[in-house]
């Protein structure tokens, strides 16, 4: 089992707050030849004017390390690589990086990280550390 973010617990509560119901903690996606591969979190939320399940899956990132731009760089890999395969073996739940909201001010206002939403390369949640509560879902 994979070692848990800094804000695992934060947006997991985040998403309850905002009528998600866990359903994975954390969402395996088994490959072919046995290996797995762990996002944080997997959820879903009952749609009433669609009458239709919205399923998603959440990569938590801290961007706790001395580098953001390192940190960008490892989320997009992973978030690349996880987005591929859902998209291939579960195309109905979308793939979200969820980051603090000072993480959303301080690299996803920058260059590098307007192109990675402009070009839409990622969707990102922010969230509020101390509340607990999401923030912003881009787009």
Do not use: C
Request: aromatic share 10%; no cysteine.
């Amino acid at each position: 089992m994979p070692a848990r973010d800094y804000y695992h617990d934060v947006v997991r509560n985040a998403l309850e707050k905002d009528g998600w119901t866990i359903t994975h903690d954390p969402y395996r996606l088994k490959l072919t030849r046995g290996k797995n591969l762990f996002v944080d979190l997997g959820a879903e939320r009952l749609i009433a004017a669609e009458k239709g399940v919205k399923k998603i899956a959440i990569e938590i990132k801290s961007f706790r390390s001395a580098s953001e731009m390192k940190d960008l760089e490892e989320a997009v890999g992973q978030f690349v690589l996880y987005e591929h395969l859902l998209t291939r073996y579960e195309p109905e739940r979308k793939l979200y990086l969820a980051v603090p909201e000072d993480v959303r001010e301080s690299v996803f206002e920058e260059e590098a990280g307007q192109v990675l939403i402009e070009d839409k390369i990622l969707r990102l949640l922010t969230f509020d550390t101390t509340k607990e509560e999401v923030v912003k879902w881009i787009p």
